[in-house]
């Protein structure tokens, strides 16, 4: 195992009706608020007014109308209400899109220049304001993590915003907030799990209990998005699809495993950047192409190892054949829960790939993938997905 | 899933060499340091003369000898020692006693009245001085938990001190540092990291993600023993064990399942409270009587699921014989590591057995045991042990 720093102090509180802690979390940080939340199911669902409720004796402004791959401009709107305003702590409705967006508004109160800075140069962001969660959507685990992703529209970017200072300090997680996702978004979510999954355990070098735990998250996944979609109310699934999300992108799963530079994060970012497509669709159409596309000598034992532990296939002494026939099991479970599988099918042809492939390469260390990858290999991966 | 609260603050620094963090760790708190440990392992090994070097600017006091088992008297002596010389942090350096001991020592510290106070009553914990650890045995998991156990030979009691106070700040994990165990201490190591996941392990109402955590380190335990016991000095061997100790006692195997009220423990602190034996031997001579005590039409299908999974036992339609093969395979894993699995064995016979029932189910709702005990049914499995 390799050496590795750890700390969550991300205090979770999960089950139904841990809204109620709301006053107490909020309050041992200040009364001044800065409510985050995207485009109103909050209110359908009557989070919204619980939230007025628990806090009547809160000062709370509201930033509203957060969009899936958050951009930087509701983040420059959001740092500015809190400097104007002097909130003392953030409270982010929402999915993974709003708390993203709340972590770097957090971190962007406390800067003097652009939040897009810190987006460039994550080692600038110092200090942030505490950020408590409500999460209403399993997927990208920003509940538990000290990561964010934002979009720049106007450069076509998408990149990561990475902290210490950006941890939750309480996320509440009432897995009965889920039961309302649609089914298209509930597959996404699915795959944006799973992916974080496949992005830390595809390496050469692990360990028993990373890979235990990798496997068995993505075991949870594919079964309960199945229960899920049959039946939206699901306590048991919704709440193991929950806990599964904030799992898999905490950094728990892999540490002490050789490092991995998340080739298909890096790649759909770029997709989603372009074309604004939802992220767990991107990912799941760019997973199964990666994985044929990295299939060689050296890596043949580990999608075959994954191909019997996860995805029930018979072993036997052709390794490729075994992990082949995992990689298409994965790729048919994508297709059953209604995602689809090619990037024609949401609106993407080639012409932006070698950009694409190019700024891919730029922001992430593709070198270090379990097959290295240079600019080549990443177009010929977007091309296999078309 | 039921409902859960869960917050692990406690950094963690791991791998080799990784001590050098000390004085970042320890002057965040302050320089005035008590220092903890037990037999002078510690100086065998270089890592007490390290201490002194990195922390050459800081004042250390120090409490050393303590024991196995640790005592109320040792914890006397750490916290009248913190309040006599205005302790700003406390440093321990050992294994799972040193570190409990620490821990109930940096609660008397805040303690007006007798620690022992704080042992009968965990309510009573309102505060702690911060602790740091450097951990040497792979065993207890207390390096990254809220709890302690601590013995009173007056009294014959061994209970529990848990409070959210006694998180470690930082804890140093560096696998070399427990290359000199002994194989007998490193086979009681592995046998506590096992039950501490029996003990969440063998409910009625678990999810896919904590069985398979659960079971991953269960495996990962019981194959890196073996190759510690063969080779003292095996990196990954040693490295997994040290992090399978942290994973296993902290909780996160188990949140959301149904409540367990960790049986074995309860009946192994009345063996080394009345015996002062070693507790992972205690409790892997305890587990398989408890397991087949346990059997009944309730609960065979999740013994024989473990039977299958962990102990790679075929699976057939008659669950008992499945479930009774898992548990003699895992007597015999016990026996291959050199665990003396017979209580005659370790000197303990059946003289305090009544009394012994009589304070475990005063202390622990055994009547929660995935088969419900009595104080006749603790007795039975005791004799069970002979």
């Known amino acids: ?39 109103g199911s909050i209110k359908k669902q009557g989070i919204y007014q619980k939230i007025h409720e628990l806090l009547a004796d809160c000062q709370i402004y509201e930033l509203q109308g957060v969009e899936p791959n958050p951009r930087i ?54 200090d942030a304001l505490p950020l408590c969660t409500i999460l209403t959507l399993s997927a990208t685990g920003s509940e538990f993590d000290w990561g964010a992703v934002i979009s720049n529209l106007e450069t076509n970017e998408k990149l990561a915003l990475i902290s210490d200072h950006l941890f939750p300090a309480a996320s509440i997680l009432d897995p009965s907030y889920t039961y309302s996702v649609s089914a298209y978004q509930t597959a996404a979510g699915g795959c944006d799990i799973m992916s974080h999954i496949f992005e830390q355990y595809f390496v050469l070098g692990s360990s028993i209990v990373n890979d235990g735990l990798c496997e068995s ?100 002494d052709d390794l490729y054949s075994v992990a082949n026939e995992g990689i298409d099991r994965l790729f048919a479970f994508y297709e059953e829960i209604g995602v689809p599988m090619h990037l024609k099918d949401v609106g993407i042809d080639d012409k932006h790939f070698e950009a694409m492939a190019e700024h891919a390469i730029k922001f992430a260390p593709l070198d270090m993938a379990i097959r290295p990858l240079d600019k080549d290999d990443v177009v010929a991966i977007l091309k296999d997905c078309l």
């Open 1 to 39: 195992m390799q050496a590795y720093n750890f700390c969550t102090p991300t205090a979770v509180y999960f089950g139904k009706g841990k809204i109620n802690v709301l006053p107490e979390v909020i309050k041992k940080h200040g009364t001044r608020v800065l409510l985050v939340y995207g485009g």
């Open 73 to 126: 401009t509701s983040v420059r709107d959001g740092a500015q209400m809190c400097k104007d305003h002097n909130i003392e702590v953030i409270l982010a409705a929402g999915g993974g899109s709003v708390l993203d967006c709340a972590k770097a508004i957090a971190a962007g109160a406390k800067y003097d220049g652009d939040p897009w800075d810190l987006v460039l140069d994550n080692s600038l962001v110092k």
């Open 217 to 316: 998250i993505v075991r949870s996944v594919m079964i309960n998005t199945k229960k899920a979609l049959e039946k939206p109310d699901d306590e048991q699934a919704r709440s193991e699809l929950m806990w599964a999300s904030s799992l898999a992108c905490n950094g728990i799963c892999s540490l002490g495993n050789t490092p991995s530079p998340w080739v298909c994060h890096a790649i759909e970012h770029e997709l989603s950047g372009y074309y604004d497509i939802t992220h767990g669709i991107g990912l799941a159409i760019l997973t199964p192409r990666f994985m044929r596309y990295s299939l060689n000598d050296s890596t043949v034992k580990r999608f075959a190892n994954f191909a019997v532990r996860v995805m029930d296939v018979t072993p036997n």
